[in-house]
């Protein structure tokens, strides 16, 4: 059964919240979006690592159809970086160690800045 997690921006809450699912096997990793055609606007893919880093937090977009908004954020859930993230580029790396990597609609990129706060609560899809 999959876990699914609703992301809140605490320092700048928006109307819409994203709900996305909890990734933190290898394979959910791996595959990430890849192949996915479109994202709803609410909606994402929260790539878990266990501690903070760059390196373990960096992501690829080969494979992948459609262009994403990327948000790291560290284990004190402080946004650290924040990128477009175009598809078949090789890879991103952040420039600050992050434990999450939050994978969503390119129209949420504005809604998080670095430093925003952010806290994530168990949801159903």
């Known amino acids: 059964m999959s876990k699914y997690v609703r992301i809140i921006n605490q320092s700048r809450p928006t109307a819409k919240t994203i709900t996305a699912k909890y990734c933190q ?37 080969m494979f ?27 890879g991103y790396i952040p420039s600050q160690p992050a434990r999450y990597v939050l994978e969503t609609s390119i129209d949420r990129l504005n809604d998080f800045n670095i430093g925003d706060k952010v806290s994530f609560q168990e949801t159903q899809l």
């Open 25 to 61: 096997s290898f394979l959910c990793q791996l595959r990430g979006l890849m192949f996915t055609d479109s994202l709803p606007e609410n909606y994402g893919l929260l790539l878990v690592q266990g501690s903070d880093s760059k390196l373990n937090s960096s992501i690829h977009m």
């Open 64 to 90: 992948m159809r459609i262009d994403l908004a990327i948000i790291w954020i560290n284990s004190e859930f402080v946004v650290v970086e924040r990128v477009l993230a175009r598809k078949w580029k090789l």
